[in-house]
């Protein structure tokens, strides 16, 4: 059988497409719980009362505590655009896990609140560099038909990082030190090495490659894409190679400024910009981050004060969420996005109407079957969340931005994300104490805002080329009649998994 000699791409890369969509899942699942793993953490601490009495934490240092992950992204998010823009995907991902583990071994290690705080701001960062890196880099090297599962999956399996906290806290309560808590943050680093172990695995991504005149190493990696054992491999993979080259060439003539600039140049860019903000409003604002970092609070207001107990209900609240992404992941591409998002916006608010009423009736209940009543309502909610909203979170900002936009995009959405969450961070231990159940009811009404929001605005994506996405924002890229259609461009992302139909 016919196979072309590597001369750019490491032999470790393997030739079987499906072995390579395999690691790409891989890849997907381990920095997707790299990243699941470094949030919840906080949420199993907080649980433990050897780490509550070790920092002597009250309302205002709980809430710096959790927000100081929030702190580093945003301080991240100035100067991590250009490293994966300009050193490459899979280095942006190799910087970003070592980041991380200097993060992950200082908050093991730390003596006060000063030093947990540092820890966690330097995780933030390396998190923050994580997310910009990793969803472009398999966007870019995925066909239509495996991106929306396979990016849906890689936020999904961040419960997957979240159980795996969730259990190793649950395990190391009844140590008897401060390694009880010290054990949790340290093994963070476990998910980070694996991801490191994987990146030899797999190729650079091929637009990366021709944006940076290295055009034969990226038709080396189009051609071990394609599976194609034919003599011709490597002139179908040039071909290919000259349609992204083009379509990019296009991209900088027609958006010759930077992206940050060009992101308000035109009504297509403007609409882009538009979606990430109210998308990345969404993740931190309609009511999952109290389940996320005040899952304690929310047990205590239902009558369920046990620390045991509140250990076991988020074990099983992280495996239940993961079932639902993954489901909602396979989903996506037979809804769609627009729709549903909608369904799941509309779901959390009900829910959390639900739970502010049940809490107000029943939330000084000794009655089990009240108080688990209201945690039914909390599984619900979740798995609202975790249907619709998870799977979209690497998945849609990635792919609605054009090649040059896309690193930056993801920065503007992270930056949306992160600064809410740094402001919940702080003002949501307050407002919980302060309101009660009214608050739960003022987030499904924000909640219902979104839902509007999403109805007028988000674009259907499912089922598209990249480059085919442009189109439906108004952009007119496409190759002239010499070179073919913008819709060819989806032959240079050709996959086993692949058909004509995908293209």
């Known amino acids: 059988m016919y196979r072309f000699e590597r001369q750019w791409v490491s032999k470790l890369v393997p030739a079987n497409p499906r072995l390579l969509t395999t690691l790409l899942v891989a890849v997907a699942v381990v920095n997707s719980a790299t990243l699941g793993y470094d949030a919840s ?18 309302d205002a240092t709980t809430g710096l505590n959790n927000a100081a992950v929030w702190m ?3 301080l991240g998010l100035a100067v991590v655009q250009p490293i994966p823009d300009k050193f490459g995907r899979k280095n942006g991902i190799l910087v970003a896990t070592i980041i991380t583990v200097i993060g992950i071994v200082l ?58 906290s969730a259990i190793i806290n649950y395990g190391s309560q009844n140590i008897q030190s401060t390694w009880s808590w010290r054990l949790p943050s340290l093994l963070q680093f476990i998910p980070s090495l694996i991801a490191i172990a994987f990146l030899p695995f797999i190729p650079e991504s091929p637009r990366w490659l021709i944006a940076n005149n290295q055009e034969e190493h990226a038709v080396e990696v189009l051609a071990i894409l394609s599976g194609d054992d034919s003599e011709d491999i490597l002139q179908h993979a040039t071909e290919s190679m000259k349609d992204i080259k ?41 009511g999952n981050f109290i389940v996320s970092y005040y899952l304690t609070r929310i047990l205590s207001q239902a009558g369920v004060t046990d620390p045991n107990r509140q250990n076991q209900i988020n074990v099983i609240i992280q495996c239940w969420s993961f079932i639902i992404a993954v489901i909602g992941s396979f989903m996506l591409d037979i809804i769609g996005r627009r729709i549903q998002t909608l369904v799941g916006t509309a779901g959390m608010a009900l829910m959390l109407y639900l739970l502010g009423g049940l809490i107000k009736a029943y939330g000084d209940s000794t009655d089990p079957a009240k108080n688990y009543g209201i945690i039914a309502v909390i599984f619900l909610f979740q798995g609202f969340y975790a249907f619709s909203i998870t799977p979209m979170t690497s998945l849609y900002p990635t792919e609605i931005c054009q090649y040059k936009l896309r690193a930056a995009g993801s920065v503007i959405f992270r930056l949306i994300d992160n600064s809410l969450g740094l402001a919940a961070s702080f003002s949501l231990s307050f407002a919980m104490s302060d309101l009660g159940w009214k608050f ?36 007119d890229l496409g190759l002239d009649s010499t070179g073919g259609s913008s819709t060819d461009i989806g032959k240079a992302n050709v996959h086993v998994e692949a058909t004509a139909k995908d293209i």
């Open 41 to 58: 953490v906080m949420n199993g601490l907080s649980i433990l009362p050897s780490y509550t009495e070790y920092f002597h934490l009250n």
């Open 72 to 74: 580093g992204s945003i």
């Open 107 to 164: 908050q093991a290690a730390a003596q006060n609140i000063a030093m947990f705080v540092i820890a966690r701001m330097i995780i933030g960062f390396g998190t923050i560099l994580s997310n910009v890196s990793a969803p472009p880099l398999l966007a870019e090297l995925l066909p239509p038909k495996s991106r929306s599962y396979v990016l849906g999956i890689f936020f999904s399996c961040f419960y997957v990082g979240g159980l795996l």
């Open 246 to 286: 083009t379509i990019i060439a296009r991209e900088e003539a027609a958006y010759p400024k930077n992206p940050w600039r060009e992101f308000i140049s035109t009504p297509a860019n403007r609409k882009r910009l538009s979606i990430l903000i109210i998308f990345g409003a969404m993740l931190e604002t309609m």
């Open 440 to 475: 739960y009811l003022m987030n499904a009404s924000w909640n219902l805002v979104f839902a509007v929001l999403v109805y007028f605005f988000f674009i259907e994506t499912k089922g598209l080329q990249l480059e085919e996405i442009a189109v439906k924002f108004g952009d």
